[in-house]
């Protein structure tokens, strides 16, 4: 089964992919887009493209676990997904501190935020991905 990892942004959306065997998430694409109505035909676009069974959508909750207009904008956009593609399931995915974890894997590697800047949203959408696989193998 093909899983697509999704990170939301403001105007970056980062898209990663599992192998068939749900083993490993590797970055696919970025989006730039700000329409969430676009961005979700972008998605379903793709995820057609590459057969992908299931959608994995970053939910970015709060830290005390509440829900901000990041997590409504993630829940409308699940909601787009779903109506776009009866077929491919969409499920939300708790993604706090994913993007400060890529920050922090690119600043261990030495990159100045400058140069991964147009990385970090693939980056964010791995982890969020790799979460879900390695929740599966439990």
Known sequence: MIIIGID???A????AICDEN???????CMIEEKN?????????????LKNANKIVLGY??????????SAK???YLQ???????KNIEVILWDERLTTVCAQKNFAFLGKKSINYKNQIDKASACLILQNYL???KK
């Not at 970015?60 to 207009?69: A, C, D, H, I, S």
């Open 8 to 10: 939301i942004g403001e």
């Open 12 to 15: 970056r959306t980062g898209v």
């Open 22 to 28: 749900q083993i490993l998430a590797s970055p696919l």
């Open 36 to 48: 969430k109505d676009k961005l979700a035909e972008k998605i379903i676009e793709i995820s057609n």
């Open 60 to 69: 970015p909750k709060n830290m005390n676990g509440t829900l901000g207009p």
């Open 73 to 75: 904008n993630a829940e």
């Open 79 to 85: 909601k787009k997904l779903k109506e776009l593609s």
């Open 134 to 136: 390695d929740y599966l």
